[in-house]
């Protein structure tokens, strides 16, 4: 069963626009982790946040900021004012306590159009 | 900041040939993990290594062997090669499982072509 859902399968905006990127997880256990990574045409994959299960502080990190709802267990992550440069596949991924690899959604296709 | 590093970016091969790649981690990383994104794919974790031991297994086919070595590179030995291999295979490291997970932080990538 998959453990990670992005439900959005593409999303298209113009450029200056915010884009919020949906997570849903799977786990029964109590300590986890969260990661979003981006893969640019070029193909590589970027970490760029991640989120430990037992802190649900929610952050900003320049235009990049999330939301980690445990209730619902949600992990969104929000770009704001969109720039060209941030088209690309976004993965949500899990990892579970003493299971390291990484879950990977199926990813959440972001074209930001000038 | 020095990043992973993969080698050969790109590989052609033929069925029922044989591939190796290479990954060489950061430094002072010493966990490797193999994966393979398939086109439109999610990458799915194939093999995983701490201080040259295996330390965990996905899908990966019997006809793959990895192993990593005293540097801490790693080698992906592909062999009875098949279309459906054709893939990126990522490569990622991160500092010792500990306390709490550490982040991997993915190589380029070997785009690897079977025909």
């Known amino acids: 069963a998959q453990k990670v859902t992005q439900a959005q399968t593409e999303i298209s905006v113009v450029e200056k626009e915010d884009v919020t990127l949906d997570c849903v997880y799977e786990?029964?256990?109590?300590?986890?982790?969260l990661f979003w990574y981006k893969q640019p045409p070029s193909g590589e994959l970027v970490f760029l946040i991640r989120r430990n299960s037992f802190d649900e502080q929610n952050e900003i990190s320049g235009r990049y900021s999330w939301n980690f709802q445990k209730s619902t267990s949600s992990f969104n992550f929000t770009i704001t004012a969109s720039q060209v440069v941030d088209s690309a596949v976004y993965f949500c991924a899990l990892s579970e306590e003493g299971d390291y690899k990484l879950s990977f959604g199926a990813g959440t296709t972001v074209t930001v159009r000038a | 900041a020095a990043g992973v590093i993969q080698s050969p970016r790109h590989l052609i091969k033929e069925k029922r040939e044989t591939a190796t790649l290479k990954c060489y981690p950061i430094p002072r990383h010493d966990t490797v993990y193999w994966y393979q994104q398939g086109p439109g794919q999610d990458p799915q974790f194939l093999i995983s290594f701490y201080e040259k031991m295996q330390s965990d297994k996905g899908s990966i086919p019997d006809r793959f062997s990895a192993q990593q070595f005293s540097d801490y590179h790693s080698e992906l030995n592909m062999s009875s090669l098949e279309l459906g291999d054709s893939a990126l295979y990522f490569c990622?490291?991160?500092?010792?499982?500990?306390?709490?997970?550490?982040?991997?932080?993915f190589g380029p990538g070997t785009r690897l072509l079977v025909l």
């Open positions: 786990t029964r256990d109590t300590t986890y982790y």
């Open positions: 990622a490291s991160s500092l010792s499982p500990g306390m709490i997970q550490e982040t991997q932080y």
